[in-house]
């Protein structure tokens, strides 16, 4: 079993490039790619700007994307080209949407609408989740100038799933934690399999309090009535205050998840785990990938680690040194409202409260 990186330029083979990486996150909703070749190389394969990429490692299709950028490095005696670019997704992050009342709450078939709307007929919408919730309302509104991706990133917070890229470059709905990642990361023992690790805990980042000001429009009237909702994370060592204003319909207990949610990533991202380990694999047996979004076992004696945390995000990585896959651990639930995870079963959830481990809780 080889750690073996193949790129496709218009369905023809780049061989020989000098080095490559390609990063997949959930929080970064598309995934990047970037490799270098020489000028010879650049020129055979007719390389451009918008030129189709399929990445396929281990014999396994991972990305498929389009050129973005291409960028001339010279230097006294060598000539390198590094091409870059992302998934067809990421127009989705830059692209302002056109201003629309939405009347569908079936999350589903109004990604299929915004996206048809805004001229993006290619980008497939796939679901791993067998029934999706209906989203609070009847009607949404976009802001003026926000961006599709905003848009509806906004709607799957209220459901509470996420959206992330798959290998086709197609949208995914999603939820935090999909799978668990066959093996685990150890750097205690004579089997440790990781080269270099740091962890970061920053609380600039995280608040105390959450307040959440929503519209809420009855049925038996076209009024509409401010609700908001505030929450206390108890474990916060900030007295920070975030506000946030919703401008959808929404209801009071919605509103409270998408809350929950805030509150969530905002502790989530005050704690961080990065760590390489050498390869591609979770381990050998397997022929598994390292995945974003999988969670997994991870022991660390000097940081008092000894439980589960959620992959974030991964970047896969090969020069003339080898190959290697570099890993962005969060905790378990920073992506989701995970104590009250309508896509867990309660045994499960209970089980994932008691295990799930805590960055920060050494440091707090």
Same mark, same amino acid.
């Given at each position: ?15 020989? $490039? ?10 970064? $909703? ?88 805004n001229g993006y007929s290619n ?15 009847? %009607? ?50 004579? %089997? ?65 998840s998408i809350a929950n949610w ?22 050998? %047996? ?21 439980s589960f945390f959620l992959i ?53």
């Open positions: 079993m080889k750690n073996k990186v193949l790129i496709f330029c218009n369905g023809l083979l780049i061989e020989n $490039f000098i080095d490559f990486s390609l990063d997949k996150s959930i929080e970064n $909703f598309c995934n990047s790619f970037s490799f270098t070749i020489t000028q010879q190389m650049l020129n055979d394969k007719s390389i451009k700007q918008g030129s189709k990429i399929k990445i396929e490692i281990a014999d396994e299709l991972v990305f498929t994307g389009n050129v973005g950028l291409i960028q001339n490095n010279q230097e006294l005696n060598s000539h390198s080209i590094t091409v870059s670019g992302r998934d067809k997704t990421g127009e989705l992050i830059n692209s302002s949407i056109l201003p629309k009342q939405y009347k569908q709450n079936d999350f589903k078939k109004l990604l299929r609408i915004i996206l048809d709307d980008i497939k919408i796939n679901s791993d989740i067998a029934i999706l919730p209906k989203l609070p309302g009847k %009607s949404f509104v976009c802001d003026k100038q926000q961006k599709i991706f905003d848009f509806i990133d906004d709607l799957a917070r209220m459901i509470r799933v996420i959206l992330i890229t798959d290998e086709n470059g197609d949208i995914l709905i999603t939820r935090e934690g999909a799978d668990l990642a066959v093996g685990s990361l150890d750097l205690t023992s004579s %089997s440790a399999n990781i080269m270099s690790s740091g962890l970061s805990v920053d609380n600039n980042d995280t608040y105390k309090f959450i307040q959440l000001i929503g519209s809420l429009k009855t049925n038996s009237s076209k009024k509409r009535f401010n609700q908001k909702v505030e929450f206390t994370d108890t474990k916060a060592t900030t007295n920070k205050r975030l506000i946030v204003n919703i401008d959808m319909n929404t209801n009071k207990q919605n509103l409270s805030y509150m969530a990533v905002k502790r989530g991202k005050g704690a961080s785990y990065s760590c390489s380990v050498q390869g591609f694999y979770t381990n050998v %047996s397997s022929g598994l990938l390292w995945q974003a979004n999988t969670i997994l076992s991870l022991k660390d004696e000097a940081n008092e680690l000894n974030q995000g991964v970047s896969y990585k090969q020069d003339n040194s080898g190959s290697k896959t570099e890993l962005s651990i969060c905790n378990i639930g920073s992506f989701t409202e995970f104590d009250n995870n309508p896509f867990l079963s309660t045994s499960v959830s209970k089980l994932f409260s008691l295990f799930a481990g805590d960055l920060t809780e050494k440091y707090r």
